[in-house]
């Protein structure tokens, strides 16, 4: 897997050890994302004498963690399927809310400089279809009464200095954030009785209550486990006709001179989300780099020489007065997709266990749906809550909406990826981007 750039340019990387020894411990956390690190915590302040570990495959913040794109958008009217019933909207506001209320308690109370900035974010459109998507967007903002503000291609130039852009709006429901600088400082934020362990890849589990967790090559006994790894739940054994895993890719620029950094309008920093599924993410970020994310590749990471070719096209498109070559870092982030765009939740077991009311067994949380930071850390919150026993409005309506549509298998799954990558393509009247 390529390194990703945000780790490359973090200022606040941790220190990490790999797991040198056995364990036994009351909680087991694998993977040590958005999820697995709000688990963690969570579960840390629910059992204070207890021992948590948390371990993960890779290094800190080289996990799809760390290799997003950096938006908190915590009222996502413009993501939501209109179809949703009202009661299941509500639901996904409310835990985007939690998501972020809980990140920005601990961000505020350790001091975490991860350029948490709530600034908001523009969504725009490149195409004619993207336009008139755009515009069911406004309705449906209108409708909510959520305010935004909109922008002619001439307001979006003068803002983000390119006119590859047909229109816009703005909405100021989104924070953004350095990633890999978040997570390393959730990581070092983690409470006392909290022990994380990277470079440690699960091997095999066995046994029931204690688990017996081979990983590293040393063994881990737990009487329960929680699984949040994401787009490698089926390797697992769960979810595997639930989710499926597309790849997306990224690159930032080399830091910029006054002047380049003049080119993508005045503002310090910004963010575009696109309204065309196959259109490109983009970010200014600190006065400094600029960050561009696009395209697909269906369940493996493509060598990054193709894509920084194809980069290279799209940045030359949107700022024709600047090299293609800028770009300094390019990684591949793997993105964990339901059919029907809900989370993954569950509880494989469900017999009594001795510890304190926790209902015991493995517990499996995934399906990020590209929202990887709210959702997950809230999900990731829910799960510990889950297998301790506490019960919530919020983690009954999380049960009740985590419910993945089916996904065929293999060759059908593949044609299905396809087939819908090139019919939005064909409405936007250009190639799609998958690689």
């Given amino acids: 897997m390529t390194p990703s750039g945000w780790n490359a340019v973090a200022s606040n990387r941790v220190q990490w050890r790999a797991l040198g020894g056995d364990?036994?411990?009351?909680?087991?956390?694998?993977?040590?994302?958005?999820?697995?690190?709000?688990?963690?915590?969570?579960?840390?302040?629910?059992?204070?004498?207890?021992?948590?570990?948390l371990i993960d495959a890779g290094q800190p913040a080289e996990n799809s963690s760390g290799r997003n794109s950096g938006f908190m958008i915590d009222l996502p009217y413009a993501k939501i399927d209109a179809r949703s019933a009202p009661e299941q909207s509500q639901w996904q506001i409310d835990l985007l809310r939690a998501g972020k209320d809980f990140l920005q308690t601990?961000?505020?109370?350790?001091?975490?400089?991860?350029?948490?900035?709530?600034?908001?974010?523009?969504?725009?459109?490149?195409?004619?279809?993207?336009?008139?998507?755009?515009?069911?967007?406004?309705?449906?903002?209108?409708?909510?009464?959520?305010?935004?503000?909109?922008?002619?291609?001439?307001?979006?130039?003068?803002?983000?200095?390119?006119?590859?852009?047909?229109?816009?709006?703005?909405?100021?429901?989104?924070?953004?954030?350095?990633?890999a600088e978040l997570v390393h400082g959730l990581v070092e934020a983690l409470p006392a009785n909290?022990?994380?362990?990277?470079?440690?890849?699960?091997?095999?589990?066995?046994?029931?209550?204690p688990y017996c967790v081979l990983a590293g090559g040393h063994e881990i006994r737990a009487r329960q486990i929680l699984l949040c790894v994401n787009a490698d739940m089926p390797e697992f054994g769960h979810a595997k006709y639930r989710q499926l895993t597309l790849y997306t890719y990224a690159g930032m620029t080399r830091e910029l001179s006054p002047a380049e950094a003049a080119v993508f309008g005045a503002a310090d920093d910004w963010g575009l989300t696109p309204v065309e599924r196959l259109e490109a993410t983009s970010r200014k970020v600190g006065g400094r780099r600029y960050m561009l994310r696009a395209g697909f590749s269906y369940k493996n990471e493509l060598l990054s020489e193709a894509v920084s070719e194809v980069l290279a096209?799209?940045?030359?498109?949107?700022?024709?007065?600047?090299?293609?070559?800028?770009?300094?870092?390019?990684?591949?982030?793997?993105v964990s997709l339901t059919r029907n765009g809900d989370p993954y939740l569950r509880q494989a077991t469900l017999r009594q266990a001795t510890l304190r009311q926790a209902t015991g067994g493995v517990h499996a949380v995934s399906g990020c749906n590209a929202s990887g930071i709210l959702k997950?850390?809230?999900?990731?919150?829910?799960?510990?809550?889950s297998a301790a026993g506490v019960e919530s409005a919020l983690l009954g309506q999380t049960r009740a909406f985590s419910r993945p549509g089916f996904i065929p298998p293999d060759?059908?799954?593949?044609?299905?990826?396809?087939?819908?990558?090139?019919?939005?393509?064909r409405a936007m009247k250009r190639p799609a981007h998958s690689l």
């Fill in 106 to 179: 601990i961000v505020d109370a350790h001091g975490i400089a991860c350029g948490w900035r709530q600034i908001g974010h523009y969504k725009a459109a490149t195409t004619d279809f993207g336009v008139a998507q755009l515009r069911g967007v406004e309705a449906t903002l209108r409708q909510h009464r959520v305010p935004f503000r909109e922008l002619t291609a001439e307001e979006v130039e003068r803002e983000l200095g390119s006119r590859y852009y047909k229109k816009a709006i703005w909405l100021e429901s989104c924070t953004l954030v350095q990633p």
């Fill in 23 to 53: 364990l036994s411990v009351a909680f087991l956390v694998v993977g040590a994302g958005y999820a697995g690190l709000a688990a963690a915590r969570r579960l840390a302040e629910l059992y204070p004498d207890e021992v948590i570990a």
């Fill in 313 to 334: 096209g799209m940045l030359r498109v949107r700022y024709p007065q600047l090299p293609g070559n800028m770009f300094e870092h390019v990684w591949g982030g793997a």
């Fill in 376 to 385: 997950m850390s809230a999900m990731g919150k829910l799960l510990a809550e």
């Fill in 411 to 425: 060759p059908l799954r593949r044609i299905a990826v396809h087939l819908s990558i090139n019919r939005i393509a």
């Fill in 194 to 209: 909290v022990q994380a362990y990277f470079d440690t890849p699960v091997e095999r589990i066995s046994g029931r209550r």
